[in-house]
């Protein structure tokens, strides 16, 4: 059972894309543009109409003992398996982690 869970945001390029690609990808832009995004297990994948970069939003649960190396590299896992998904590939992955325990909430004052 997971003792915590990590926001993580992976950012990447798609790889050299053919022109049956760049069309698939256009066809379904809509349904990946950044107002869709969501923090979820399965993570969500965007991309803007340039079709140079894409970004992956996901929740990564981990026990006590993963450290961040581990979390980022099945975040990026997942990445990988949802942008192939598209029927592309990527290169240049870079992630960042926050684990969601080390979030502080200011509520404000009422008055």
């Known amino acids: 059972m997971a003792g915590k869970t990590y926001q993580v945001i992976v950012r990447?390029?798609?790889a050299p894309l053919g022109d049956v690609q760049?069309?698939?990808?256009l066809a379904r832009a809509d349904e990946?543009?950044?107002f869709r995004a969501k923090f979820t297990e399965e993570g969500t994948v965007t991309y803007e109409r340039s079709l140079?970069?894409?970004t992956f939003r996901?929740?990564?649960?981990?026990?006590?003992e993963d450290g961040e190396a581990v979390v980022i590299g099945?975040?990026?896992?997942l990445a990988a398996a949802a942008v192939a998904a598209l029927g592309v590939d990527h290169r240049d992955l870079r992630s960042v982690s926050t684990d969601l325990d080390n979030i502080k909430i200011?509520?404000?004052a009422r008055s």
């Open 74 to 77: 099945r975040a990026e896992a």
């Open 106 to 108: 200011r509520h404000r």
């Open 32 to 34: 990946h543009e950044v």
């Open 52 to 54: 140079l970069a894409f």
């Open 22 to 25: 760049r069309a698939a990808l």
């Open 12 to 14: 990447g390029k798609f």
């Open 58 to 64: 996901c929740l990564i649960p981990a026990t006590e």
